[in-house]
């Protein structure tokens, strides 16, 4: 009787201890976070610096071979084909080059992208440390929260951390 009883009490006090359970619209969260918008809008204008960069090099090296075809035409053939085959390189060294400054500001991208990412994971840990929290679950696009109450999401608190963080 004692062992029921007592596996009763034990039972209860397991049953009363609840799992404060939230959840974080992803999407929402990133599009809303400040440093996110200021990185992609930094990059926005390198990438227009660099397609700018491009076309303008691109029309250059256009004008250069239309000048050089119609000056082709007085040529020998073999000077022309000796000729045409430097511009080739020219060409291609320049496609290469540009190429290189692309993939570099990928690269850049990507890292700075990589450390929002986790300065938002520490942030939802940390928020759900402070305030009780059992589970923060992911939600949005690609989320595992198929369903959440509205009272459970804090989506809006967690944006508004790091927002305040980012600020300071």
Known sequence: MKKIVMALALFSVFACQESKIGFVDNQKLMEEYQEKIDVEAKFKVKIDALTQQ???ISQMF???LQ???A????????????EYGLLQQEGQFMGQQLQKQEQELQVQSQTEMDSIVSKVKREVKAYGKDN????ILGGGDGGSVLYGAEAQEVTAPIVKALNDKYKN
Not at 71 to 82: I, L, R, V
Not at 132 to 135: A, H, L, R
């Open 54 to 56: 491009r076309d303008s």
């Open 62 to 64: 256009q004008m250069k």
């Open 67 to 69: 000048a050089f075809q």
């Open 71 to 82: 000056k082709a035409q007085k040529m020998p053939q073999a000077q022309a084909q000796e």
């Open 132 to 135: 009780g929290y059992t589970f």
